[in-house]
């Protein structure tokens, strides 16, 4: 609970900490670095959209270059890592909204990992093997991958009321009092009302607060009555 309360660069640093002082090998210190200079770049900020989102992983990716000493096509993280920041910089130009912009990341970064399937290592433990590392999916770009996966759906993921339900009816407007689409659900809440998804908790119809859909702020209004 302490550390939820706190800003994303200071939850990335206790991440990056962590992961360096607990993990052996070559992964805690490269994912140790991810999070270090993806929270640097964060810094105090409690949201992130997508061009903040672009700058960390940007930022993160940087670093882990530096550290590792590697380049693409060398069969590391980095072959996942930068489609991913690559994707998120077109997704950003294209005008794309965040969580589109994380699916298309997770997808870049996803082919990237299966393109180090033939690849010979050149960094890391796996060069060791020389030819023989070829034919096998590499392991940091793998779990790069389920990284920046996980983001994805964690992005998309449906807003549900404490105890499980779901919201009944919303108006949602970029500013109060600005209407916009209802968000449906058959279940409905009991009574009506609208769900502060970050604090769990149901609030009576008429009430008004900000919803982070998307890691998107809106406003929301709760409404009576199912649509």
């Known amino acids: 609970p302490e550390l939820a309360a706190k800003d994303i660069g200071a939850i990335f640093k206790a991440v990056g900490m962590t992961l360096i002082s607990t993990v052996g090998g070559a992964g805690g210190p490269l994912y140790g670095t991810f999070f270090l200079q993806a929270g640097a770049s964060a810094g105090a900020r409690l949201e992130l959209d ?11 990716v940087q670093g882990v270059t530096m550290r590792g000493k590697a380049a693409a096509g060398e069969k590391t993280m980095l072959d996942a890592l930068l489609p991913a920041v690559e994707a998120l910089e077109r997704a950003g130009r ?67 009321v404490f105890g499980g339900g779901e919201v009944a009816h919303f108006e949602i407007g970029a500013a109060a009092g600005q209407a916009g689409a ?19 908790i149901v609030e009576p119809a008429g009430a008004e607060a900000q919803l982070i859909s998307g890691l998107d702020r809106f406003t929301v209004r709760a409404v009576d009555g199912q649509s």
Request: contains cysteine; glycine residues 12%; charged residues 15%.
């Open 50 to 60: 997508l061009a903040g989102w672009t700058a960390a992983l940007s930022a993160a």
């Open 182 to 200: 209802g968000l449906k659900n058959p279940r409905g809440t009991d009574p009506p009302g609208f769900v502060d998804p970050l604090a769990g």
């Open 94 to 160: 294209d005008g794309q909204a965040l969580p589109e912009a994380l699916r298309l990341s997770a997808q870049a970064a996803e082919a990237g990992t299966r393109a180090t399937i033939p690849m010979v290592a050149r960094k890391g433990r796996a060069s060791y093997l020389g030819e023989r590392s070829a034919g096998h999916q590499d392991p940091g770009a793998t779990s790069s991958c389920l990284l920046l996966q996980a983001a994805a759906q964690t992005c998309e993921a449906p807003v549900q």
